[in-house]
Every structure is written in structure tokens, then in C-alpha cells.
């Protein structure tokens, strides 16, 4: 019953479905009209170039809003998108969205390049050919290949390797780079770094939050420091809240690094107004 009649949501409740259950059914309900009701909006987290201490980049992180349900974490809505294949629609939303502010922000010329970055559920590598939806949307927006980098989990290569494989080898043909985000806290074997065309490795935030403080954190945060750069790959850590843990990450090499201790997600204009004074904040230097 579920399955068929998907547009109204009380009727495929039932007594005994669980109050998750009643949750995400109501989450699903109200999340397929997100974007007509125009209840989604981009923030935006800088990432900072920890060699040049300038901001180098920012993540598109999809903030949602609901007249009945409020604010939404991501957290708890993306699952959901994901169970139902919304995330499709919702992850085109943000990849076009956030191409175009990117454009825009490099057109006005903010004092370095931006390069944007979007997260992209694995489901795209299954049910469409993701590479054309990005050139289709790389064309609209007339953003550059190498302005845009696309952000996936290491648990998209377990189920659809070659398909996988194959759309990425695309993107990079393109010019667009690919992160591994949280890196290290999946299931996969390291096997996929050999053969897939990435270019940075993105540090789970629960490695890095207590790295001041934890002996086996430093060890892993080191051992994937080496790792990345024999192989070439960029790495950036995720979830910076203190200066030690910067000063730690300089120690190791790491190459970028994101934050609260830098910014929290900001909206459009706050991002804005506080760029360039994020640019040259220099008190870690
Ligand atoms: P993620 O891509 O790993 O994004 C990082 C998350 O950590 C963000 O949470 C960010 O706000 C949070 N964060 C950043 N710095 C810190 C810090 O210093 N301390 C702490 N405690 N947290 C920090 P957010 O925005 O709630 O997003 C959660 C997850 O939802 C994201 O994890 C990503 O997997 C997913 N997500 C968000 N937007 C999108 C989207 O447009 N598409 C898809 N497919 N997934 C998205
Ligand atoms: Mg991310
Ligand atoms: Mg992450
Ligand atoms: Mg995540």
C-alpha cells in the first residue's frame, strides 16, 4: 500500500508502524515538494589551503526548511531521499544551484579561485549516466570543469565498481576533481584507491576532533597523511574546532582543512561579508 499511493501520506499510515517509521514517511511526504515550495537553500563551509592560509574552496551543504517540520538536519533527511530516489532530484538541485553561485562568485572576482565543492549521493552512479547531468549543468551554469569537485563517500564503490569507475574516469576527462569523503570510517577495502580516479581523500571528522588529545588519532591521522601523498592524492581534514588540531595537521602535511575553528556552514550573503576577512584570519600562522 505504501508504494501505491505515495502523494498522500495519511493514508499509508498504519497503527502499527513505528514512530520512525511515521517520521520518515512524513519527512518523505513534505521533502517531494521541497524545492517547488522553494523550502531548500545552499550554505556554504570554506575550506582553507593550509600552505597559502587562503581560502581555496567551499562544500555545498543542503540546509532544508519546512513550513510544519522546521529546520531539518541533513542528516536525517538525506537517508530518507535516498531510501526513496528524491535524492536524485535533490542532489541535481544543489549541483546546479551551486554551480551557478560559484560562477557567480568567481565571475566577481573574489581574491583567489573558488573551487566548489558538491556532495553527490552513490545512487547517481546506478540510475543515470551522472556524467551527463554534470556537463548538461556545467553548460548552463558556464561554470569551469576545474572550478567544481564532487564529494562521495567511500561506501559508493562497494556495490557498482565498474559503473563507478567508469563515470568518474568521465568526470576527470572533463576536468572536475572527485574527494573521498569521510574517509576511513566506511567498510571498503583500500584496493579501490589503486584504480579509481580521485584526487583527495577527505579525513573523517570523528579522526580528527580529538587528534590533540588521542595517541591512536595522530597514528591514524598520520598513516593516511603518507598514504595520500605516496599516492599523489590531496588530503584535507574535516571538522577542525581548535588551533592544537591545526597545528597538528601543519605537522603532518596535510594540504587543506575545514571547520568551525574556520567557519561554521554559512548562507550566501554571511559567506560573502565574511570572505575576505576569513581570508587573512592569522592567528594560527
Ligand atoms: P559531510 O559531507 O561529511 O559534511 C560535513 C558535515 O559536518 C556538515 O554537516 C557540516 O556542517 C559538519 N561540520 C563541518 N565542520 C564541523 C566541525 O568543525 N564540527 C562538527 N561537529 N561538524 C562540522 P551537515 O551540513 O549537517 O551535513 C551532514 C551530511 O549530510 C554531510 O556530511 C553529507 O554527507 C550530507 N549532505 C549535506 N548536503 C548534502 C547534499 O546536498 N547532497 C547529499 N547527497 N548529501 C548531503
Ligand atoms: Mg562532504
Ligand atoms: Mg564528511
Ligand atoms: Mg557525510
Redesign the pocket.
Known amino acids: 500500500a505504501a508504494k501505491t499511493n505515495r502523494n498522500s501520506v495519511f493514508s499509508i499510515y498504519r497503527p502499527e508502524m513505528n514512530k520512525n517509521q511515521e517520521e520518515a514517511l512524513l519527512i518523505e511526504h513534505h521533502l517531494r515538494k521541497a524545492i517547488e515550495q522553494n523550502e531548500l537553500e545552499l550554505?556554504y563551509?570554506p575550506k582553507l589551503d593550509l600552505n597559502t592560509k587562503q581560502i581555496n574552496g567551499v562544500?555545498?551543504?543542503?540546509r532544508w526548511n519546512n513550513y510544519l517540520l522546521g529546520n531539518v538536519?541533513?542528516?536525517k533527511f538525506?537517508p530518507i531521499a535516498e531510501d526513496t530516489g528524491l535524492?536524485i532530484k535533490?542532489?541535481e538541485w544543489?549541483l546546479e544551484k551551486a554551480c551557478q553561485q560559484n560562477k557567480e562568485w568567481n565571475d566577481a572576482g573574489f581574491s583567489n579561485p573558488i573551487k566548489m565543492a558538491?556532495?553527490?549521493?552513490p545512487l547517481h552512479f546506478r540510475l543515470s549516466h551522472f556524467e551527463d547531468v554534470v556537463k548538461r549543468i556545467l553548460d548552463k551554469t558556464g561554470l569551469e570543469p576545474s572550478l567544481l569537485e564532487i564529494?562521495i563517500?567511500e561506501n559508493s564503490f562497494i556495490d557498482n565498481h565498474e559503473e563507478c569507475i567508469a563515470c568518474l574516469t568521465k568526470l576527470k576527462d572533463i576536468g572536475i576533481s572527485v574527494a573521498i569523503?569521510?574517509f576511513g570510517k566506511g567498510y571498503s577495502s583500500l584496493n579501490y584507491l589503486r584504480k579509481f580516479p580521485i584526487n583527495s581523500l577527505k579525513i573523517d571528522?570523528t579522526f580528527i576532533?580529538e587528534v590533540s588529545e588521542n595517541n591512536e588519532d595522530i597514528a591514524i591521522v598520520k598513516a593516511i597523511t603518507h598514504l595520500a601523498r605516496e599516492l599523489n592524492l590531496k588530503v584535507v581534514a574535516?571538522?577542525?574546532?581548535t588551533k592544537e588540531v591545526i597545528r597538528i595537521l601543519e605537522e603532518l602535511g596535510c594540504d587543506e582543512i575545514?571547520?568551525?575553528?574556520i567557519s561554521?556552514?554559512l548562507p550566501k550573503k554571511r559567506f560573502e561579508e565574511s570572505y575576505e576577512q576569513m581570508n587573512y584570519c592569522s592567528d594560527f600562522q
Do not use: C, F
Open positions: 550554505y563551509q562544500e555545498a551543504l543542503l538536519p541533513p542528516d538525506i535524492i535533490l542532489d544543489v558538491v556532495n553527490i549521493s564529494e563517500t569523503d569521510d571528522r576532533q574535516e571538522g577542525i574546532e575545514q571547520g568551525y575553528y561554521k556552514p
